[in-house]
T-cell receptor, first 120, second 114 residues
């Protein structure tokens, strides 16, 4: 199956600083990647859809100026949490699909290992 | 609105059979998927049903009834390593009627006891 990596796997930062999380598709090109946030014992909440070469599409209630997304290439999307606060502490997970996903029989989406962000 | 309902927790013993139900209400429907997530890990794909009926993959099976907006994941011969959270997910309708994003249920935490 396709492999998606994330870096870093965890990060601790002070309140007010910015943190960048990278998501890479290692063995396929992804025109679209997805960023999720997951609080403890909660579901995965879609934050935004990252589109290569164009602006990200944010879900309702997600501040685009706070969560900056850049999909600079077909294998890399980055999420920058700007001016992080303790309430931004969460598990951030990216996912991607091979470009022909609409024709796939299994509708599978491949997830990265996640990044645990702790803001002090 | 869109919603997926599944039980929050299930407990079973090794060797048993467990069924995790999922009912959904979405703007569009392009299949029901199931994902497994161990604590601190990434969700991994288990199964997908686009049509009514049962799909079997080893110890895991998944069922879909589109008329009832209902599906379930069946886990047989439970093992300790099956202790994890299980999420059902539906792809909703996107712009222009195309496939949209995966919408996840809140997850069912399965605890397998010796």
């Amino acid at each position: 199956g396709a492999v998606v990596s994330q870096h870093p796997s965890w990060v601790i930062c002070k309140s007010g600083t910015s943190v960048k999380i990278e998501c890479r598709s290692l063995d396929f090109q992804a025109t679209t990647m997805f960023w999720y946030r997951q609080f403890p014992k909660q579901s995965l909440m879609l934050m935004a859809t990252s589109n290569e070469g164009s602006k990200a599409t944010y879900e309702q209630g997600v501040e685009k100026d706070k969560f900056l997304i850049n999909h600079a290439s077909l294998t890399l999307s980055t999420l920058t949490v700007t001016s992080a606060h303790p309430e931004d502490s969460s598990f951030y997970i990216c996912s991607a699909q091979p470009p022909d996903y609409s024709g796939r029989a299994d509708n599978e989406q491949f997830f990265g290992p996640g990044t645990r962000l702790t803001v002090l | 609105g869109q919603s997926l309902e599944q039980p929050s927790e299930v407990t079973a013993v090794e060797g048993a059979i467990v069924q995790i139900n999922c009912t959904y209400q979405t703007s569009g429907f392009y299949g029901l998927s199931w994902y497994q997530q161990h604590d601190g890990g990434a969700p991994t794909f288990l199964s997908y049903n686009a049509l009514d009926g049962l799909e079997e993959t080893g110890r895991f099976s998944s069922f879909l009834s589109r008329s009832d907006s209902y599906g379930y994941l069946l886990l047989q011969e439970l093992q300790m390593k099956d202790s994890a959270s299980y999420f059902c997910a539906v792809r909703d309708r996107g712009y222009g009627g195309s496939q949209g994003n995966l919408i996840f249920g809140k997850g069912t935490k399965l605890s397998v006891k010796p």
